[in-house]
């Protein structure tokens, strides 16, 4: 059996989730790690996880909130900037070292690899897009025509921030959950050992445990929250509840903004905005 190898994705930041993973592969003394992209926004150490994983050896691609910045650097968000909605990016954006900053601008959109004779595609979203969510159970046609166009044996692949480990038709497809922004109701930090004999793929899906505390500490210390605390408050919550809340805030905004006959705003009005963050996180409690 060859030596497993590590497979996160999705780290958004969140430095204790980060630092309980990384604690848990030098206990296990895992040395090979694949990081399938999104290791900014949301929480607040992007810069950290960022320059951790820079100065790693481990293979890296970008997500689509990397790509966020690249396309906020080239002008083309500029309609996010000032917006209320936008503000936990825009703060992340702003604190990013010029060297992450250089760094982002090098990583790839996805990447084709063998690994113990094993060939992987490693994307973000899917092959076709950084930011399309994969469902093997919900949407499996779509999810039969992305493995079927794809020539590698195994597909690696976050986002969804739902871990799965899936085989049909002689292929297999992972996604190791999300290791800052998970929705388990607290139950820790995921990622994923892949094993590979005889060129099949296996893969334990884990958990880490550790503080949400310290990582709500974090989010007041460091300006997130003041910065952003709709925002920060629904990934906060999320992380508690198990439940993407942070989609579902922006719905309940959606919802108000066809209440109030508000179309083709290329963002959330600012009133909306507050509104929905007050109204939805107070509605849950
Ligand atoms: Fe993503």
Redesign the pocket.
């Known amino acids: 059996m060859n030596e497993p190898i590590a497979v996160m994705a999705?780290i958004h930041g969140n430095l204790p989730a980060f630092l309980a993973i990384k604690e848990d592969l030098q206990k296990r003394g895992i040395e090979r790690v694949i990081v399938a992209?999104?290791m900014i926004s949301d929480c607040p150490d992007s810069d950290e996880v960022l320059t951790q994983v820079r100065l790693s050896d481990w293979i890296v691609i970008k997500?689509?909130?990397e790509q966020y910045f690249i396309d906020h650097c080239a002008g083309l968000l500029d309609h996010w900037t000032h917006a209320r909605q936008m503000s936990a990016l825009m703060w992340t954006f702003d604190k990013l070292s010029r060297k992450n900053r250089a760094y982002i601008r090098t990583l790839a959109d996805q990447k084709s690899i063998e690994i113990d004779g094993l060939s992987i595609r490693i994307t973000?979203?899917s092959p076709d897009s950084l930011?399309e969510l994969l469902y093997p159970d919900k949407e499996k046609e779509r999810f039969g025509e992305v493995m079927d166009s794809i020539e590698e044996k195994l597909l690696i692949c976050?986002?969804s921030h739902n871990q799965w480990f899936v085989e049909g038709k002689g292929k297999w497809a992972l996604n190791p959950g999300s290791a800052g922004v998970h929705f388990n109701k607290g139950e820790g930090a995921q990622y994923a050992l892949l094993r590979i004999s005889r060129e099949r793929p296996s893969a334990e899906l884990i958990s880490v445990p550790y503080s949400l505390k310290d990582l709500e500490k974090r989010f007041h210390e460091s300006g997130l929250y003041r910065a952003s605390p709709h925002w920060s408050r629904s990934i906060i919550e999320s992380l508690k509840e198990g439940e993407n809340l942070s989609l579902l805030m922006i719905d309940y905004a959606l919802n108000l903004m066809e209440k109030e006959g508000i179309k083709d705003a290329l963002t959330i009005p600012d009133h909306i905005w507050d509104r929905a963050g007050e109204e939805f996180l107070r509605n849950r409690g």
């Open positions: 999705d992209g999104d997500g689509n909130r973000h979203g930011s976050g986002h």
